[in-house]
Each structure stands twice: as C-alpha cells, then as structure tokens.
C-alpha cells in the first residue's frame, strides 16, 4: 500500500500525521512524503516517511498510484497555503483513484459546515485509529 502525505510550507502537518502513522502501523507501508516546497519535505522525512519529493510535477506525477492521500483539506483548493498549491497540483489530488482523507484545517478563508473544532492532534489521531485504519482493514 502506498500512503501520500501532502504537505507545503513547513510540514507540519504532515510532519505530525507520518509520524503517528508509524506510532500506530509502524513500518507496514510505504509512507511518500510530498511537498510544496522541499522544506514541508524535509521535515516529513525527518518524521520517517520513505521517500519524498517536492513541486508540481513530483505531486501531479506521484498521486496517480497512490492508494491513499492525506492531508489538509487545503491540498484541493487551488491557490491555497498561501498560493504553493497550483491548480495543476489541485487538479491531480482531486482527480487520484486513491482515497482521500483530508483534515478540515486551513489558513484559507474556507469553512467546512457540520465539522467540529479539533485540536490537531485529535484530528490526527481520528484519522489513524479510526478513518485510516479501516481503510487499511478493508483494502
């Protein structure tokens, strides 16, 4: 199975989302870090993801054979994390067969209705323990 982490500007996110996901599955799958920018990468390697790559084309290129895609739920919005993710990179997300499970975070002036407030860490923690894990169970 091959699990992408999309992420941009410093990595955070996906910083904190690899390495519960090892925490949790440990070695079991191949974890690509994929940035905006080769900071956002950096940091995720860090967090033991496998292999990683930054820019449009690594992402456009990358997430056609994914099986799953995290991330926050700016990775689909063209412009957004302070415009690092173009709409080519928007486009391809969207348009990957793979699953996707997005964080309803974002510095953009988007609000999700009918989803509540969460730290990040338990929005993470949802995404492992439950929403992941049970795509991995059914896969």
Do not use: W
């Amino acid at each position: 199975m091959k699990i992408c982490v999309i992420d941009g500007q410093g990595g955070g996110i996906g910083s904190v989302i690899i390495r519960r996901i090892r925490e949790v599955f440990g070695e079991s799958f191949e974890v690509l870090a994929l940035g905006t920018n080769a900071i956002a990468v950096a940091q995720m390697l860090k967090a033991k993801a496998n292999r990683g790559a930054s820019g449009e084309n690594a992402i456009v290129h990358t997430v056609k054979d994914a099986d799953v895609i995290l991330g926050a739920v700016g990775i689909v919005l063209a412009h957004s994390m302070m415009g690092e993710v173009t709409p080519r990179m928007a486009e391809a997300i969207a348009d990957s067969p793979a699953r996707k499970m997005l964080l309803p975070v974002s510095q953009e002036n988007i609000e999700i209705i009918g989803v509540r407030r969460e730290p990040l860490p338990h929005l993470v923690e949802e995404l492992c323990l439950k929403n992941l894990k049970e795509f991995i169970d059914n896969y």
